[in-house]
């Protein structure tokens, strides 16, 4: 009779290697495997009395029942948050880093519980709880408790958001909880989490955790439930932020549900990441690298890199790499030391997943799926490769959110990027590519808000992570990550009147000619001044606005002061065309040009300074000095967006990465921007000039009252070597072209700066390609001051924050 | 690929001695092409390399039967200056019969004939080394080619291969000329490593690499495809000698060579890391290197060969605490 031992001595083969989940039950079984509310560093039975069930998707058996929150629940954390604001958010901010390091500490101590209460609650790999969930957790406090610690001398300008309403998902649930907590707490904030009602438990251990190393009561308060919490928290009115991880559906909903509320949003949503191979990458890397893209956490991950795009001259050798290496990957208990791949967190989640890859081979894709064996018990879906795949199927474009990746071919590096971008969502990409001049050309024509040259799927608290378009907006990590929880001294929360956003708005009748009016009285005896045409700036053209229609536009003194267009949808459409067309030129130009154009631009404006405050003064009826003092104003800001022309490009962060993690501050592309009707000169320089600073083009709408004014600026611009369609300028009522630009598929941004009632639609309206907003609610902004009209704010709005990770080493 | 070993109880040593028996790597003409196309990503190579031992766990039964793998891979070496006949013939004991008899009784491999894969010597110890195996089918392997830095004449190379083979051994384990490959001579490096072979006869080959002195893993990559393009049976990474010796990032590239090999040209070139392998921990960090990138074939002696000898005590250390339950010391462990 053989033995076992010699059995295994022939085959050579993997043997069980399970996790003891001992502590994890007995946490369990201390808490009467029923879980409560954890409020005010208290357990709290809920004021609802429901509870759900939260089982082990690998078993299917029950881990224990945990509460499921109501609006009456979640007013009482946020409550006890509220409650604990005042005195955290005075505390000196080494007294909360020391909070903060203790949280740390205690995550460590407490490394190994929390990675096999995540493993059992979610599902993934213990190796991935244990390895990379919880050490990054960890990471996020320790990170957070330094930006406590140089928060007066660091980031002296700002103060804490407030009470803090949080919504993560079910993938990363301690991770995402970090990431949420930590900058929001070291900032001085307080907050109420909700966590996924699948993934609750390792929230409510590590509030135990939070509990232990002293944090104060109510600073942190988790309130689990399901879709009744979460719409309770984005509705309450106290909460003073809202910051969301989910799916981009879910995200468009609070977009609107929040829209001129003046709440802060930030929103991580969806991806459907590029992991692009050329022809000279290290396809045995590239290879491996896909497993940690896709196969990394059941490819239940926001930036997986699910769409592979590999050259067409080497796509048959990598696929077949991919195969290979998919034949040794293994599927099974998430608490075996051996395990790739765990089971999805829910049956709903792996039907979703199939239906997707069925539909894809309907739609003509081959699918491959390597033959793994799967425990007879629990939730599971074998990792899957889909070749064949063409952008037009549904598959190579909507998130799977599974352990699925669908393979595309490219030619040329230009095609590459082209089926990049080619997507509503702009989380990450990954490149591969032993060529440092093309990785990195890739990596800057990519849009995402990460992007990894031959690694994938790296993290760490010092580098932001976001998405451009769809994916969301709002950065966590890295010092961009702070300022989702801070606002500026001199704001205080906006609190708009309530808006209703189911009536109509944005409608507008074309003009009509002025009433009989002083001209009919007009003296005969002198010639009468020439009949001046306002007309609108598009693609560095004066164009008749589309509808022919135009507005009387009055002086101060009620006399005429002339017509603006009154541009409609279509002078929109075309602005934002000419916008398009100029972006990349104007974006890839130099800081140092830039800042030559901008210094000309004020040149130009200076030789022509009586001429703008006379036309401000008639226009506005401010006093000749103070018309003056805002072109001088307009000048000087010109002067700022000049100077900082080349002087916020980003920062190298010092992650853990060895090599170099950049934070390139990337132009956002195209933004409109809808002035006040005050100051109307410099109000648009202060908008305009940040934006097209940075690389950005814009789409401005003046001040609706008094148009002229910029209208007469486009001769400045015209004679200032701006490039045709970095500034384009349509004249009209604000509210109707700002509710054509919001609703833009191909617009990137709308600054909003008219009433508190236009703020509410233009946030509403954003949702539809998830467009970042910036809105002034309708509140006094004092153009003059520094603070205030080149805060920099105007600096943050007008780029958007891409992570280039480099690794080196040879 | 990774097809598993035919269970012969008749091969002697239960190691699949096969070795000796399989068809050779005959080589290939030199191709410049293919060798230039190499590319590899360093920091992308070290993070496989360190996930290794993460993303596999081998435990109780299943690490004692991969221990006692392992032992049957090892070349159980001896290269000092003062070697003698009688530490050899000491070695070449510990190779019959590397676990204590208890111990594989009380694991089940009383009858599985476990001996180490060879043993490893100089030529001036080979003939002792033969004498002491004799009635095994352990075979000698001999350093050659003027071990370790290959700065001797070529011709004296050729004539040191010959005469250690004369001698008995069955496996030659040459150097290469390291400048080959820092100046780039790749076809200097083919036409030498092809003699060498022509020199072995029915010597099975193994080209050490010197991984540490080649400066960078894409040198690794080439090399390794050059040496097998020129008939190596084995690439193998170090002398031991070199101030960085074996490490998990230089076996992957190879490993991956080898495996690019195997599915271009269907020989099966076998992987010996060398120098610095010290712990029954590091072996397993090994095997599983070689069961993920290459299967389970390269798991056996005739393929998988790991040069080392203090490798031997730690790991019958380790096949005690399996057996005992207690953690065991050296001294309980016949020396080698």
């Not at chain 1, 205690?106 to 209460?117: D, G």
């Not at chain 1, 932001?464 to 961009?480: D, K, V």
Request: proline fraction near 5%.
């Amino acid at each position: 009779m053989t033995s076992r031992i010699a059995e295994i001595f022939h085959t050579m083969s993997y043997g069980p290697a399970p996790e003891a989940t001992n502590a994890a039950q007995a946490w369990l079984d201390e808490h009467g495997r029923k879980l409560n509310l954890f409020i005010n560093n208290a357990w709290q039975a809920p004021k609802s009395g429901k509870y759900f069930t939260s089982t082990a998707p690998a078993t299917g058996d029950k881990m224990a029942d945990v509460a499921d929150a109501g609006a009456d629940d979640i007013d009482a954390a946020y409550q006890a948050a509220r409650a604990a604001f005042p005195a955290w958010s005075a505390l000196p901010g080494h007294a909360r880093a020391r909070y903060l390091y203790a949280v740390a500490r205690q995550i460590q101590k407490h490394s190994r519980l929390l990675a096999v209460v995540e493993s059992m609650d979610n599902g993934k790999p213990i190796r991935e709880s244990r390895d990379i969930d919880v050490p990054l957790v960890a990471r996020h406090f320790y990170y957070h408790a330094g930006w406590a610690q140089v928060q007066e001398t660091r980031l002296s300008g700002y103060q804490p958001v407030g009470v803090i309403g949080q919504i993560i998902p079910w993938n990363f649930p301690l991770l995402m909880l970090a990431w949420k907590i930590a900058p929001a707490i070291a900032m001085g904030n307080t907050v109420v989490l909700k966590p996924a009602p699948y993934t609750s438990i390792t929230a409510l251990l590590l509030a135990e955790i939070l509990a232990e190393a002293g944090l104060p009561p109510g600073v942190v308060n988790i309130a689990t439930g399901g879709d009744e919490a979460g719409v309770s928290i984005v509705n309450h009115a106290g909460f003073d932020k809202i910051a969301f991880t989910g799916s981009t559906g879910v995200g468009k909903v609070i977009r609107r549900a929040t829209a001129g509320t003046g709440k802060k949003l930030s929103l991580e949503l969806g991806g459907k990441s590029p992991f692009i191979v050329f022809e000279d990458a290290d396809q045995d890397a590239a290879a491996e690298g896909l497993v940690d893209a896709i196969w990394f956490n059941q490819g239940q991950v926001c930036c997986a890199g699910s769409r592979l795009l590999v050259q067409e001259s080497i796509a048959d050798s990598f696929l077949a790499k991919v195969k290979r290496r998919m034949n040794t990957l293994r599927v099974g208990d998430p608490l075996d030391k051996s395990i790739d791949l765990g089971a999805i967190v829910d049956p709903v989640q792996r039907d979703t997943i199939d239906a997707w890859v069925k539909r894809g081979v309907a739609e003509g894709a081959t699918l491959f799926q390597p033959d793994v064996e799967l425990p007879a018990k629990g939730c599971w879906y074998k990792p899957t490769l889909l070749t064949d795949v063409e952008s037009s199927m549904a598959v190579a474009q909507e998130e799977i959110f599974g352990p699925v990746v669908v393979a595309m071919t490219f030619r040329t590096h230009k095609e590459a990027v082209a089926l990049a971008n080619n997507t509503r969502y702009g989380l990450a990409a990954s490149i591969w590519s032993e060529s440092i001049n093309l990785a990195l050309d890739i990596a800057r024509k990519v849009k995402a808000g990460t992007v990894w040259v031959n690694c994938t799927n790296m993290f760490d608290a010092a580098s932001g992570f976001g998405g451009y378009r769809e994916s969301g907006f709002g950065r966590e990590g890295g010092e961009e990550g702070l300022h989702e929880y801070l606002r500026p001294v001199w704001q205080a929360r906006p609190q708009p009147a309530k808006v209703d956003l189911t009536k109509k708005w944005g409608d507008a009748v074309p003009s009509r000619p002025a009433p009989l009016n002083g001209h009919s009285h007009a003296d005969v005896s002198a010639a009468p001044a020439i009949n001046r045409t306002a007309k609108l700036y598009i693609g560095g053209k004066q164009a008749r606005s589309d509808g022919n229609y135009v507005r009387v536009i009055k002086n101060h003194d009620g006399t005429l002061a002339g017509e603006a267009a009154d541009g409609n949808r279509k002078d929109i459409r075309d602005a934002v065309e000419a916008a398009h067309a100029a972006a990349s030129g104007w974006g890839s130009r130099t800081g140092y040009n830039r800042a030559q154009i901008l210094y000309y631009l004020a040149e130009n404006l200076s030789a022509r300074a009586d001429e703008f405050a006379a036309r401000i003064a008639a226009l506005t009826g401010a006093p000749a000095k103070d018309a003056a003092r805002e072109v001088e104003a307009s000048i000087s800001r010109l002067f700022t967006y000049a100077a900082l022309a080349d002087k916020w490009g980003g920062t190298v962060q010092e992650t853990t990465l060895r090599g170099i993690t950049l934070a390139a501050h990337e132009p956002l592309g195209v933004i409109g921007i809808a002035c006040p009707d005050d100051h109307p000169l410099l109000a648009f320089v202060s908008l305009v000039a940040p934006a097209i600073a940075r690389g950005s083009v814009v789409v401005a709408i003046p001040s609706e009252t008094h148009p002229l004014v910029v209208t007469d600026f486009y001769q400045v611009i015209e004679t200032s070597d701006i490039p045709a369609g970095v500034v384009n300028i349509v004249t009209g009522a604000r509210d109707v072209l700002s509710k054509t630009l919001a609703e833009h598929d191909d617009v990137d941004a709308m600054w909003y700066f008219g009433p508190a009632e236009g703020s509410a639609f233009v946030e509403a309206a954003s949702a539809a390609n998830m467009k970042r907003t910036w809105v002034g609610y309708g509140l006094p902004v004092d153009w003059f001051s520094r603070e205030q009209g080149e805060d920099e704010a105007f600096l943050h709005e007008a780029v958007q924050v891409k992570n280039i990770w480099l690794p080196t080493g040879e | 690929m990774a097809v598993r070993e035919p269970r012969t109880k008749s091969t002697a040593n239960g190691q699949g001695q096969a070795a000796h028996d399989d068809a050779r790597n005959p080589g290939i003409p030199l191709d410049m092409g293919w060798v230039k196309s190499q590319r590899v990503n360093t920091s992308a190579v070290e993070r496989r390399a360190a996930t290794m031992g993460t993303r596999r766990s081998v435990k109780k039964d299943w690490q004692a039967a991969w221990l006692l793998r392992a032992i049957t891979c090892i070349d159980l070496t001896t290269l000092s200056g003062d070697d003698t006949p009688g530490n050899v013939l000491r070695l070449c004991a510990k190779a019959r019969q590397p676990v204590r008899a208890d111990l594989l009784e009380a694991l089940g491999m009383a009858d599985e004939g476990v001996t180490t894969g060879a043993v490893c010597v100089y030529h001036n110890r080979v003939a002792d080394a033969v004498d002491a195996l004799k009635g095994t089918n352990i075979p000698v392997a001999a350093v050659s080619t003027g071990f370790p830095a290959g700065l001797t004449p070529h011709r004296l190379k050729l004539e040191e291969i010959r005469e250690s083979v004369a001698a008995g051994a069955r496996e030659i384990d040459i150097v290469i000329s390291r400048e080959h490959v820092l100046l780039g001579h790749w076809d200097a490096l083919y036409d030498e490593v092809k003699a060498f072979r022509e020199a072995c006869g029915p010597a099975h080959m193994k080209s050490i690499l010197a991984t540490g002195e080649l400066s960078n893993l894409r040198n690794v990559a080439m090399a390794s495809l050059v040496a097998m393009m020129a008939g190596s049976d084995f690439i193998k990474t170090s002398t031991g000698k070199e101030p960085v010796n074996a490490t998990l990032e230089v076996s992957l590239v190879m490993c991956r060579m080898i495996r690019a090999y195997y599915e271009r040209t269907g020989h099966k070139v076998g992987f010996k890391p060398a120098g610095g392998l010290r712990t029954a921990k590091q072996a397993m960090n090994w095997q599983i290197l070689m069961k993920e990138e290459l299967g389970d074939d390269w798991l056996m002696p005739n393929l998988f060969r790991i040069g080392a000898s203090a490798l031997l005590t730690d790991i019958e250390r380790q096949l005690s605490h399996h057996v005992t339950g207690r953690y065991a010391s050296d001294k309980y462990m016949p020396m080698g």
